[in-house]
């Protein structure tokens, strides 16, 4: 397989320089692999996740990758997944007896007018 393995990572940062919001994550095989996406507390409910997710799946457009890998728990942002458009592969009941981990997808689609790479 290529090793073309890329770190991928997104911040929202405040003109302080804080940082409020972050996705963490890689690039390889045509793929986005999302590891960590949060947003602070006190910063939620604003848009700022769906920027970081959209900047994230921008670049990893750039890069030539055409899928977004990642995986959620049941108590976290399964319903704001599937608002940006990803839909749910496999589950994984149980953990730690009583949640359940979703593994979601998305197709990535270029911009018109915007060449592939």
Not at 9 to 20: K, N, Q, T, Y
Not at 45 to 68: K, S
Not at 75 to 98: I, R, S
Request: with cysteine; glycine share 8%.
């Amino acid at each position: 397989m290529p090793k073309d393995v890329k770190p991928l990572c997104v911040f929202d940062r405040l003109a302080s320089g804080e940082i409020v919001a972050g996705l963490t994550g890689k690039t390889y095989w045509n793929y986005l692999d999302i590891a960590f996406l949060w947003v602070a507390d006190t910063y939620r409910n604003q848009g700022r996740a769906t920027a970081i997710l959209r900047a994230a799946e921008n670049e990893a457009v750039h890069r030539g990758c055409q899928h977004v890998l990642l995986d959620t728990y049941c108590f976290q942002a399964l319903g704001f997944y599937e608002k940006q458009g990803y839909t749910e592969f496999g589950t994984l009941d149980h953990f730690t007896g009583e949640h359940t981990r979703h593994y979601l997808r998305k197709r990535l689609q270029l911009k018109k007018g915007e060449p592939q790479r």
